[in-house]
């Protein structure tokens, strides 16, 4: 039954005030289901009412001080028209007083492992998740974001989105895909800084916090299976192309120097998700932009067999990559790179009869085409054996 607006109002206040913390709980428990009912209504009234009051609050404190008229001129100018403050490409928050800054310090024990693994796991749960609604609560949400890139991160964006993945990889994984994970996905390329941090930050604390590969992969494969049916990963649709490549390379850790899906504590979980890298090589591999990546990624992992598949889908594409890309220049390196390491540490791998071996061949030939030294040295020695 529906609750009556003083009903309501009292509630909030009640459990602002702490009489009824139960139903904070109840309300955790119904989101963590998915229920969209009276008391998700209720818990977004609960943020909105804070905002509300914290806003008043500062606007009595801070009136009259220096530099107040100008912040009140940012927020009317926001109101009316955001593109007169300049920064036109980009998507601006809804602007509060509240000191975010404070709050990132004062809850940064949300990080601590040792908290997640003791009798106040849960209360440390309510603490995020009040946080994380707070942080979704004053972040744009509109069709906007699929073609325009937010305005620059907080200091609390950047430190919330790396607690958020710690919860990710601890709470049941219905639930922490429902609460958290899509939730920051659903942000849009506009959103990519966010999105982007949310990743880096799984795939760097998951090994350490899962408590064997099948189940950072069942967490793993969670995040790329909503990717591959989200209306805002589809790359059709989305105008922030540039922004969308580079998360999903994201998604997969091939990114950075060295790769970060390279790293020792990943590679068993790749392992048991390479029906999905296959996929992601299909879809993407012949635009320079990811096979360059990518051939970094093969050049650093140690894991022969994953070694022997990158080997194959990167000979398997160079006939169709576009010459005249930008990465041809950072392809051909990454690929040298590939070589060299098959030669040193794989010889046996490329020696053998077989189709890493061919890729192999076709890889060196390729190079010693584009006239590379070391290329060039590399078939004279592969020739002396």
Not at 29 to 58: E, P
Request: net charge negative.
């Amino acid at each position: 039954m529906p609750l009556r607006a003083d009903q309501r109002s009292q509630t909030i206040l009640d459990i602002i005030t702490g009489k009824c913390s139960f139903k904070c709980a109840n309300h955790r428990s119904d989101r963590s289901i998915g229920s969209h009912g009276q008391v998700a209504d209720l818990a977004a009234d609960i943020v909105d009412y804070l905002l509300s009051l914290n806003n008043r609050f500062a606007r009595k404190i801070l009136e009259g001080t220096p530099n107040w008229e100008w912040h009140e001129q940012r927020v009317g100018l926001l109101a009316a028209n955001s593109s007169m403050l300049g920064n036109r490409e980009r998507v601006h928050r809804h602007e509060t007083y509240m000191d975010l800054e404070v709050l990132c310090h004062g809850f940064s024990f949300l990080g601590l492992f040792e908290g997640l693994r003791s009798a106040d796991a849960p209360r440390l749960r309510k603490y995020f998740q009040l946080l994380f609604d707070l942080e979704l609560s004053v972040l744009p949400n509109s069709p906007q974001t699929d073609t325009a890139e937010f305005e620059n991160q907080y200091e609390f964006d950047v430190w919330i989105m790396p607690i958020a993945a710690i919860y990710y990889a601890t709470l049941p994984i219905a639930d922490a895909l429902q609460t958290v994970a899509v939730p920051i996905m659903s942000l849009g390329a506009g959103a990519h800084r966010w999105i982007s941090d949310f990743f880096n930050a799984f795939l760097r604390y998951a090994p350490g916090l899962c408590p064997s590969d099948s189940e950072l992969a069942d967490r793993w494969r969670a995040l790329i299976e909503f990717a591959s049916t989200s209306p805002r990963w589809d790359y059709d649709k989305v105008g922030l192309h540039y922004y969308l490549e580079q998360l999903y390379r994201d998604l997969f850790g091939i990114n950075g120097h060295p790769s970060r899906a390279a790293a020792d504590e990943l590679a068993g979980a790749l392992a048991i998700l390479r029906p999905e890298l296959e996929m992601w090589c299909d879809r993407w591999l012949e635009d320079a932009e990811f096979s360059a990546p990518f051939a970094r990624f093969i050049g650093s992992v140690a894991a022969a067999d994953m070694f022997a598949f990158g080997l194959v889908r990167l000979a398997g594409v160079l006939p169709n990559i576009d010459k005249r890309n930008r990465r041809k220049t950072e392809l051909d390196d990454a690929l040298l790179t590939v070589v060299q390491q098959a030669w040193k540490c794989h010889r046996v791998l490329v020696q053998a009869q077989g189709s890493a071996s061919d890729a192999f061949r076709r890889i060196v030939s390729y190079l010693t085409a584009q006239l590379l030294p070391q290329a060039i040295d590399l078939q004279s020695k592969i020739a002396l054996e």
